[in-house]
């Protein structure tokens, strides 16, 4: 362990204690203890690094793409602010638990560019078990052969959703490598209508326990038919069979979007916030 003033590093000799807490945590933890059971503490590996402060891992937080807070009371979540604004912001959003995200940005708002959006209210929502609804049994993982036809309908979810267009930057080749990282993976999901997809959803991370279902979306055109709803309780009937916690969060003014997915029989256990840049 590299001990630093304040929050400090953590590396694979640390294993063992970070899976014990983000097991501690499974639902809201999912997007980073399914890269830390796969790739371990290695920053390179990771993508990213695991803070920690305290003697006995009072304060977790992960940096990368996202920085995302895991536990902590503000003593700590100051230490990780401090240590954000040395290395210089090179997220793209900070995202997790409400109490410990909205916190974080208090200390770091001063010191870092304004933010695109602050999306404070998210219900995290979960389904153990089957679906309340029929699934859609036209709803199948894409293949690898048809990432052509699946990535208009990807890129125009993230472009609704996020509100920037995915392919800014390097032309799309970054975000189109992740897209093809999940179809290949079986991760990807969508009812195909031609050559149309007409509904769409992707798990976006994968844990032993959990699987984070993310990017929800059904063709403007077919909205209305419960396309979604059907859909995503295909999602959670592929993830009940491979013995995983269904979850999701959403932003809490998408009313349309929670009514589906409480049909589906999601519940809210906690709120998470997202800080886009």
Known sequence: MLRVAG?????????????????????????????????GLDPWRLGGEVWASGSRLDGLCFSGANLVPLRGERPALRSFADRARRHGRSCSSIVGRAELVLPLWEELAPHWAPAREVRADQPLMVLAGLPSVAADPAVRAVRPDELDRY?????????????????????GAGYRARVAELVAAGRAFARFEGDQVVFKAEVGALSSRVGQI??????????????????????????????????????GFNHVARASY????????ASFSTILF
Not at 19 to 30: E, G, I, N
Not at 262 to 269: K, L, P, S
């Open 214 to 251: 993310q990017g929800v979306w059904v063709h403007p055109a077919c909205r209305g038919r419960g396309l979604g709803t059907a859909g995503t309780a295909a999602v959670v009937e592929r993830l009940a069979a491979m013995n995983r916690v269904s979850s999701l969060y959403v932003n």
């Open 262 to 269: 409480a049909r589906v029989g999601f519940t809210q256990v």
């Open 151 to 171: 990535l208009p309908a990807a890129i125009a979810m993230f472009t609704e959703e996020v509100g920037v267009d995915p392919r800014g930057g390097d032309g």
């Open 7 to 39: 929050a400090r590093l953590l590396d694979d000799r640390d294993r063992p204690v970070v899976r014990a807490a983000l097991d501690a945590d499974p639902v809201a933890s999912c997007m980073v203890a399914a890269r830390v059971e796969v790739a």
